[in-house]
C-alpha cells in the first residue's frame, strides 16, 4: 500500500468519525427539544379543559334556570288554580327551545297522572317514579333531576325535573318538566369539538344526564365513585385518566353548578397531543433522511471503485443471459442482414419455419422452398415478406398476419412483427430483428367465437356474462330487451344494480355464497327495468372456471316469469284474505296466531287475543239488505285497523265476528285498554246511503298461557266474548 493510500484511507477514518459524532450530537438535542414540546402541550392540556369546562357550566346553568323557572312559574299556577291552566302552561313550553321540552305534567298524591301538555292524561301511575316519592318525603323545596328515562306515554328518552306542590302546609303533588336529552344535548356540542373529546352533564350520584359524542349510549350508566367531582377534594378541579366507557385517556376539568349536576369536559390525550407528535415524526424523518443522505455521501466512494469491474462482469453475463433467453423463447426470433442473410435465428424460428439448425443461413427464398400466404389464402412472394419490406423502406410492421403451407397440405398461420435497426447517423438499416408467433389455435379459437356469438346474439332468453369479480362484462339483445338497460350502461357493474331496493326471496350475499362453493345456482328473484318496473324472473347461474379452479365467468339466463308470479300471489291473496274487507281471513290468523306464540319469549312477551262480536247487526240486515250490512262491515274493518297498532293483526273470523292478535309485555294493561277503546269506536254512528245506524260490540279477551294453542287461545276468547255479551259490559277477560 502506497503511503498516498495510506493517507486517504486515514483522511476517509477521520471524516468518518467526525460524521458519527456530528450526527450523534445532533440526534441528541433534537430528541430532547421534541419530547420537551410534547410535554409542554400536554401540560396546557388543564387549562383548555377548564376554558371548556366553565364555557359548557355556564350555558347549562343558563338552562337549567330557564328550566326551572317554567316549573315554578306552572306549580304556582296550579297551587293559584289559574283559570286558563292549559294556556298559561302552554305559554310558558313556548318560551323554551324549540324541541326541548317534550311536556309538562302533574302528578297527583295518589301519583296519578292529573295533567299534561300532551292533552288529556290517561290512567298512568307514576308514584313509583324515585323523583316523586323523594319530594313527597322531602321537607324543603329542592329541584329533583332524575336520570334519563323512556316516558311511559312518550316512549321517548326523556330528563325529569320536579318540584313538590304544597296546599297549606301539606304535600299536594307534583309537577315535573319532561327535557329531551337529545335535543339539550346538541346545544353543547361545539364543547366536545375534536375526536376523542367529550362531555358530559352528572346528577351528583354519578348518573350522566349528558354526554357528546354517543348521547344514548350513556343513559342508564354512572361513573365510578372514584372520580373526583364525586365528593372527592373540591378544589381538585382536573385530573387526568382512562374513560370506562371507551378507555380513551383525557384530561378532565369540572364544574358544580347551582342546582347540583357537575359539568365534566374531557380532552383527548392523544387527539390533542397528534399535532405535537406529528411534528416531532417530521423532524426525526427529516433527520433520518438528511442522515442517510450524509452516510450514503460516505458509501459512494467505495461503490465507484468497484463499479468498473462489475460493468465489465456484467456486460458478459448480460449478453450469455439474452442468448439464453432467445433460445427458450417460445415465438420465433430472427435477425436479418439487408439482402436477407440470416444472421440469427432461435430454436422456435427454425422449428417453426422448418429450417437448418445452423446459425448462418441464406434467406429462404435462396435456400428453403416455404410456401406463404397472404391472409386471404393466396400465395405471398418475396418481396412482400415485412422482413424484405423492412429492410428495404426501414419501417416497422407490427402484428402482420401470413401463412405458411406444410408438404402434407396443413397450414399454419403466424404474426409477424419486424423492427427495422439503425446505427447512430445511418438512414438505412444495417439488421432487421423480426419476431413471429404461431396463431393457429387463436384462429380456430376465433371462428369457435364467432359461432357462439352468433348463438349468443339470437337466444330467446336474456343471457347476462360477467367476470370473476361479478362485474358485467356482455349482455345479448334478447336481455336488453327483457331489462330495458343497454350493455354500456351495464358494464362495469355488478348484477345487484338490477336488484336494488327490491324485496328479494335469497339475498345477495347469499347467492354469492352459493357460487363460491358451487358449480351454479339457481332461483326466483325481481330486477327493476330502465322505466322502473319491476319483472319476476327465474335465473339459473353458471360458473366457468379456470384451469386453477378459480371462478372466471358467470353465465347467468333470465326467464320473465312475471305474469306467472301475478297468478300465484292473486290465488294466494284469495285464499288467505276477506273479500269483502280485505281483512287476514281464518287461515291466515291461524298461521299468525301460530307464528306469534313460537315468537313470545317467556317473560318477555304474552299474546293477548280480542274476540269481537257486533251487537245489534242482525236488525241492519233484515231491515236494510245484505248490501248495506256488507258496506257497514267494511267501515267496521277500517275502525277495528285504525284503533289498533300496524304490527297488530286484525282478522275476520266470519259473519259479525272480528279477532284481533297483539304482542305486549306481561302484566300490561294494553289488551283491555284496546278494548274499551274499540267498544266506543264501534258505538259511533255509522253513515251509510243517507241513513244513519247504530249497533255495539262485545269483546271478550284471553291471554296466551302455558301449552296454549291457537284453537285454545281463540275458544278462551270466544268464551269471554259471549260472557261480556251476557253481562251487557262490553268488555270481558279470560281470568
Known sequence: MTPAHRALRRLILAFAVLTLIGVGAYWFVLLRDLDTQVE????????????????????????????????????????????????????????????????????????????????????????????????????????????????????????????????????????????????????????????????????????????????????????????????????????????????????YAWRRLDAGPIVVAGIGYEAALAPARAFAQRQILQA?????????CAIVLRVLMRRADQATRALAESAERQRAVLSSMAEGVMILAPGGRIEYANAAACRELGLPSERELYHPADTVELDMLRPDGSPMPVEDYPSRRSALSGADFDNELLGRRAADGSVRWFTITTRALHRERSRAPYMVLMTFRDITALRSAEAEARLSQ??????????????????????????????????????GQTPQLLTADLPQPVTWAEVLDALATHDGWEGEGLIRRADARALAVLIHVTVLRDGAGRPWRHVALFSD????????????????????????????????????????????????????????????????????????????????????????????YGGDEFVIAMLMPPGAPAAETVAVKLVEQLARPYRLDGRTLEIGASIGIAVQRAGDDAQTLLARADAAMYRAKQAHCGVWRDP
Not at 233 to 249: E, F, I, S
Not at 599 to 613: Q, S
Open 288 to 296: 433520518v433522511l438528511g442522515t442517510g443522505l450524509l452516510l450514503a
Open 454 to 491: 352468433t348463438v349468443f346474439e339470437a337466444a330467446a332468453e336474456g343471457i347476462l356474462v360477467t367476470d370473476g369479480e361479478h362485474r358485467i362484462i356482455a349482455a345479448n339483445p334478447a336481455f336488453e330487451r327483457l331489462s330495458g338497460h343497454r350493455l354500456d350502461e351495464l358494464c
Open 561 to 652: 316469469i312475471t305474469q306467472r308470479k301475478r297468478r300465484e300471489d292473486e290465488a294466494w291473496q284469495r285464499a288467505h284474505y276477506d273479500v269483502l274487507t280485505g281483512l287476514p281471513n281464518r287461515r291466515l290468523l291461524d298461521e299468525r296466531l301460530q307464528r306469534a306464540l313460537a315468537l313470545a319469549e317467556p317473560g318477555r312477551h304474552e299474546l293477548a287475543v280480542l274476540f269481537v262480536d257486533l251487537d245489534r247487526f242482525k236488525p241492519v240486515n233484515d231491515v236494510h239488505g245484505h248490501a248495506l250490512g256488507d258496506a257497514l262491515l267494511e267501515r267496521v274493518a277500517r275502525r277495528l285497523e285504525a284503533a289498533v297498532r300496524e304490527e297488530d293483526t286484525v282478522a275476520r
Open 40 to 251: 409542554t402541550e400536554a401540560a396546557h392540556l388543564g387549562e383548555h379543559a377548564e376554558y371548556r369546562a366553565l364555557a359548557a357550566a355556564e350555558s347549562l346553568d343558563a338552562t337549567l334556570r330557564q328550566l326551572d323557572a317554567v316549573l315554578t312559574g306552572a306549580r304556582q299556577d296550579w297551587i293559584d288554580e289559574a283559570g286558563d291552566f292549559d294556556a298559561l302552561a302552554q305559554a310558558a313550553l313556548r318560551a323554551l327551545p324549540p324541541g326541548l321540552a317534550i311536556q309538562l305534567f302533574v302528578i297527583g298524591t295518589d301519583g296519578l297522572l292529573k295533567w299534561s301538555s300532551l292533552g288529556p292524561a290517561p290512567a298512568n301511575r307514576l308514584g313509583d317514579r324515585d323523583y316523586f316519592r323523594r319530594l313527597a318525603a322531602a321537607v324543603d323545596d329542592p329541584l329533583e333531576i332524575s336520570e334519563p328515562v323512556i316516558g311511559r306515554l312518550t316512549g321517548r328518552w326523556s330528563i325529569q325535573f320536579a318540584r313538590r306542590i304544597e296546599r297549606h302546609g301539606r304535600f299536594a303533588g307534583v309537577v315535573a318538566l319532561s327535557v329531551s336529552p337529545e335535543r339539550w344535548a346538541r346545544d353543547i356540542e361545539k364543547y366536545a369539538p375534536s375526536d376523542g373529546d367529550s362531555l358530559a352533564l352528572f346528577r351528583p350520584d354519578g348518573a350522566y344526564l349528558l354526554r357528546m359524542p354517543d348521547p344514548e349510549r350513556h343513559y342508564g350508566q354512572r361513573v365510578p365513585a372514584d372520580r373526583p367531582f364525586l365528593g372527592g377534594d373540591p378544589n381538585q378541579h382536573v385530573y387526568t385518566t382512562a374513560a370506562v366507557v371507551d378507555g380513551l385517556v383525557r384530561t
